[in-house]
């Protein structure tokens, strides 16, 4: 294997405008499978950034669109590759399951002990020591839970609990647009639940849950976006495959 280019921070984020005041922000140069999809909706009154990537670059310095309003920032969950610049923007929400390790994000709770390694890139970011690699604390503002809203003036965001992944998580969801910002629970790749605190249970009774959702597009937080039908296929791709290993909590069904 070849050495890697160095990639250094004016080049290593990108944005990609989608449809209905959505932008993907990614880092290109972290491989699909660890590369986090960084969300930013526009609204009237303030804009939503939903995850903020590895955190070895500044978000708020490389990539404008995140300063040029007033922005809530939103923590799908605290896994290390979605909370590394959660500590640059002052209004910060998450769910209360996770609060604790957003304000003290170690490593072995964020699973960047596992994962934080020179084998993420395709490309390696200038200045990277994966043994000095630590995320700032980022304690929140405001802590959401199941039937909140996250209001952007013309737009709002309902807050779906979502444990499994990790106990945690939330997915967004506009009702009037079928849009759901979907973070790490369901996303057109390869799901987890074995990592530092998921709970397979969990992610069954939250996939079953999910499952009649009215989505017109899903944004993950990994890997493409894709529409409804793709969705419910993942969904139960999943279910099948856990009730072939006995899952008891499907055994029934």
């Excluded at 303030?46 to 040029?68: I, Y």
């Excluded at 399951?97 to 020179?118: G, Q, S």
């Amino acid at each position: 294997m070849g050495t890697l280019p160095i990639i250094d921070a004016a080049n290593w984020y990108e944005a990609i405008r989608m449809s209905d005041g959505v932008t993907l922000i990614h880092e290109p140069w972290i491989k699909p499978f660890f590369r986090c999809n960084i969300w930013h909706v526009r609204g009237r009154d303030r804009d939503l950034l939903f995850d903020t990537g590895l955190g070895h670059f500044s978000l708020r310095r490389h990539v404008p669109l995140v300063t040029e309003r007033k922005l809530v920032c939103v923590a799908s969950h605290t896994h290390f590759d979605h909370i590394g610049c959660h500590h640059e923007f002052p209004d910060r929400c998450v769910h209360a399951a996770e609060a604790e390790i957003l304000a003290d994000p170690r490593n072995e709770w964020t699973v960047a002990d596992r994962y934080a390694t020179d084998a993420m890139f395709d490309g390696m970011p200038q200045g990277w020591d994966a043994t000095r690699y630590r995320i700032h604390p980022a304690p929140a503002d405001r802590l959401l839970g199941e039937g909140d809203f996250v209001d952007l003036g013309d737009r709002a965001f309902e807050v779906i609990h979502t444990p499994g992944h990790s106990p945690g998580g939330i997915a967004l969801y506009e009702r009037k647009t079928g849009i759901l910002l979907s973070g790490d629970i369901v996303y057109d790749g390869p799901l987890i639940d074995d990592v530092y605190h998921s709970a397979v249970d969990d992610y069954v009774e939250t996939l079953l849950r999910m499952r009649e959702l009215d989505v017109a597009v899903v944004h993950g937080g990994h890997f493409p976006s894709f529409g409804k039908v793709r969705y419910r296929q993942l969904i139960d791709e999943y279910l099948a495959q856990k009730r072939q290993a006995g899952c008891h909590l499907l055994q029934a069904r």
